[in-house]
């Protein structure tokens, strides 16, 4: 059974920042696309960065780009998103999510191209 389990979320002010973890099957995290997604009540779920764990290549949305970093760290199967400069919008779930198996490209971002989903955490930030 494939395993994908995050972690780290919580509730912060405005500015400040949060890591959050996502630990994966060993099979499943290798030279494989993973992703970050996050969905606020009442909104769409939308793609956050992914990372190709074959090469460590990010990507990101475009609107996130320069607060939020994705990472790994092969020794533990587990792929990191920081986020820095938090703001009220960024509350949401936040979830990770990994293909059965391939690589990262122009469409990372659709919830459509993932086959495992972990249960979400939840980032909350106040103003």
């Known amino acids: 059974q494939v395993q994908v389990v995050e972690s780290g979320g919580g509730s912060v002010q405005a500015g400040g920042s949060l890591r959050l973890s996502c630990v994966v099957s060993?099979?499943?995290?290798?030279?494989?696309?993973l992703a970050w997604f996050r969905q606020a009540p009442g909104k769409e779920r939308e793609g956050v960065a992914g990372?190709?764990?074959?090469?460590?290549?990010?990507y990101y949305a475009t609107s996130l780009k320069g607060r939020f970093t994705v990472s790994q760290d092969n020794a533990k199967n587990t792929v990191y998103l920081q986020m820095n400069s938090l703001k009220p919008e960024d509350t949401a779930m936040y979830y990770c999510?990994?293909?059965?198996?391939?690589?990262?490209?122009?469409?990372?971002?659709?919830?459509?191209?993932?086959?495992?989903w972990g249960q979400g955490t939840q980032v909350t930030v106040s103003s």
């Open positions: 999510a990994a293909r059965k198996r391939g690589l990262c490209d122009g469409a990372w971002w659709g919830t459509w191209r993932y086959d495992y």
């Open positions: 990372i190709y764990t074959g090469n460590g290549t990010p």
């Open positions: 060993e099979y499943t995290y290798s030279s494989n696309c």
